[in-house]
């Protein structure tokens, strides 16, 4: 898997920063390190000012940097010691907490992603609160591509309670939506110090023609998810490759085939060439699953190194018409 590197500020006196550099899959020198990133799925946790801000005990830089985090929109990874946190969350130009949680120990090597979800008007397991999700990582071979689905909503769980099921579709009109893929993705009430399940899957092998192709996250109504296509009344988001946050849209398409140096902005909205495993990997494995086939470059589409996007839901805001919304970055 191709993680992008980042820099960051060491924390003076708590230390809870430490020194970049490159260990194994996370990108850092310190065995005892982990990666944590936050996802602002609240629609109304900023209020009027635009944006939240959210610390980790023992800093005093926002994890969100010098710009206020807006909805759906995510931070880049920090790397912190392995061990557990307070986060905190202010609206943008408060110092007044309207949210605090405590993260379970992080693991060592491992990327955490805290999504801020729920509302600030909601109550009991609509309110506001931190989803904890620990992303399994996979060092994937050259050319593979990986989806890692994570339901972080509430509204669309209160509808679901079953699940999420999530899945791909034809960028055509109307869409067409193929088979969910994989495992239902679970929403869980959250627990002080606990971090939620998650969906991994690998979509099957091939490329897809113009205009394109997405992600969807539907409702369900069994527990073993729907065996065939979701009617479009039960498909309540989809997202393009274009649709996601400057900064990741190249961690996916870089280079392009005519370049060893130009991005490709993928304007058909051509995900990867997809590529099954065999094995499919479980959530809890780490091994470096073997594709097959091997893909072939195919013209005009995007060439992608080894990387992994994950998908979260997150309550649609209000006026939408949507029970949920989504937000993919890839590392």
Do not use: W
Not at 12 to 21: M, R, S
Not at 193 to 210: C, D, E, F, M
Not at 227 to 232: D, I, T
Not at 274 to 292: D, E, F, G, L
């Amino acid at each position: 898997m191709r993680l992008r590197r980042f820099a960051f500020v060491c924390a003076v006196g708590a230390c809870i920063l430490a020194a970049c550099g490159n260990n194994g899959l996370l990108g850092t020198t310190v065995a005892t390190q982990s990666a944590i990133r936050v996802i602002n799925g609240s629609p109304d946790a900023a209020g009027s000012t635009g944006g939240i801000n959210v610390f980790i005990s023992g800093t005093t830089t926002a994890l969100n940097g010098s710009t206020a985090l807006a909805y759906g929109k995510a931070t880049t990874l920090s790397y912190v010691n392995s061990q557990s946190y307070t986060v905190t969350v202010n609206q943008s130009g408060s110092t007044s907490s309207i949210l605090s949680c405590a993260t379970p120990t992080l693991g060592a090597n491992t990327r955490y992603t805290v999504v801020i979800a729920g509302e600030k008007a909601g109550t009991g397991n609509s309110a506001l609160q931190c989803q904890i999700f620990a992303e399994t990582v996979y060092s994937l071979p050259a050319g593979s591509f990986q989806l890692a689905f994570h339901n972080a909503s509430p509204a669309l769980n209160a509808i679901s309670p079953l699940g999420a099921g999530y899945g791909t579709f034809a960028n055509s009109s109307p869409p067409v939506y193929n088979n969910e893929a994989g495992p239902l993705a679970m929403f869980t009430a959250p627990t002080s110090g606990v971090a939620n399940g998650i969906a991994q899957n690998v979509l099957p092998a091939g490329s897809q023609a113009p205009p394109g192709i997405g992600v969807y996250v539907s409702t369900v109504t069994s527990s073993s998810g729907a065996p065939n296509p979701p009617s479009p009344g039960n498909v309540q988001a989809t997202l393009l490759p274009s649709q996601l946050q400057p900064g990741y849209i190249t961690a996916i398409y870089t280079p392009a085939p005519s370049s060893s140096a130009a991005p490709c902005t993928d304007p058909n909205n051509l995900y990867p060439y997809y590529q099954s495993p065999s094995p499919t990997p479980s959530p809890a494995s780490t091994t470096a699953p073997t594709p097959s086939p091997t893909p072939s470059p195919v013209a005009g589409a995007c060439a992608a190194l080894s990387t992994v996007m994950s998908v979260y839901a997150i309550d649609a805001l209000p006026g939408s018409g949507n029970v949920a919304s989504l937000v993919g970055v890839s590392d």
